[in-house]
């Protein structure tokens, strides 16, 4: 079905705009956060996507971007060029599955056991207002850690981001981390609302980049992409946008809403 949808555009490098792509995050910048896509942006997507090549990039894994982005009847992978979850540690290419890699292979399940039994040990020890459940979760390319737990509501996680604003809840769980493992090679990343990525050094969203430097080398229909555009809403240093929106490779765009995202698109490529 992924690659049937992906028909009705042009060949990648046939598109208008053959040489630039469009790489989006997910929540913030397509969507509100942890919310799903508006029927104006898949729409204006669309559209994009006949001019330029699309895709998203994001840390969660593919199963909450298809809940996000996609519907019970169209897969996600059918409506983006590129599909990066994981920050492309998983990935796909109109519709087909690229090459992945694993957290726990590349660091070592006792180092893994040792890394998730002090943040659970942590989270028991930290006082803050509510907390649910979820509070490790394992995805191929990283974990996700979250304080008040990934089982929080929609109401609890607003609260705690604005708790977290004011107290840093996750920021000094973050430096806690950087003093206990220091030789882990390990890169931590706040995103979101509740919670903050821990990946392995380069695999955060700049990881993603490989897979559109290697499209001038296919074989057929390769594009050199130019201009890689970025839109994400977490750009600040120690945000999870932070280092592919400073990227050399990428033009970054800062964007505060998804309606954001829509005004910048419209303006750029005349929508």
């Known amino acids: 079905m992924a690659t049937e949808s992906a028909s009705v555009y042009p060949p990648l490098d046939q598109r208008s705009v053959k040489n630039t792509i469009c790489l989006f995050d997910v929540d913030g910048t397509l969507t509100p956060a942890r919310r799903t896509v508006s029927p104006e942006m898949l729409q204006l997507l669309s559209q994009l ?83 649910r459940g979820t509070f490790v979760e394992f995805r191929n390319g990283m974990i996700n850690i979250s304080p008040i ?43 979101g609302q509740i919670s903050f990525d821990v990946f392995p050094r380069g695999w955060d969203k700049t990881y993603c980049l490989q897979h559109i430097e290697a499209e001038k080398e296919r074989s057929e229909g390769k594009v050199e992409y130019g201009t890689v555009h970025f839109f994400g809403d977490k750009t600040y240093k120690g945000g999870n946008d932070w280092e592919i929106f400073e990227d050399k490779r990428t033009v970054g765009h800062a964007v505060g809403s998804p309606e954001d995202t829509m005004r910048e698109l419209r303006e750029l490529f005349d929508l």
């Open 149 to 191: 737990g990934r089982n929080a509501t929609t109401a609890e996680r607003n609260a705690y981001e604005s708790y977290d604003l004011e107290h840093r809840t996750r920021a000094t769980f973050v430096s806690a981390l950087k003093e206990k493992f220091p030789d882990f090679g390990l890169t931590y990343s706040i995103g």
């Open 49 to 131: 996507r006949h001019k330029c090549a699309i895709g998203f990039v994001g840390g969660s894994d593919l199963v909450k971007q298809q809940e996000q982005l996609g519907t019970p009847s169209i897969p996600v992978t059918s409506l983006f060029d590129f599909c990066f979850a994981e920050n492309g540690l998983t990935a796909y290419r109109l519709g087909q599955p690229l090459a992945s890699q694993n957290f726990i292979q590349w660091l070592g399940e006792e180092k893994y056991k040792e890394l998730v039994n002090f943040c659970l040990v942590y989270i028991a020890g930290i006082d803050i207002p509510v907390k």
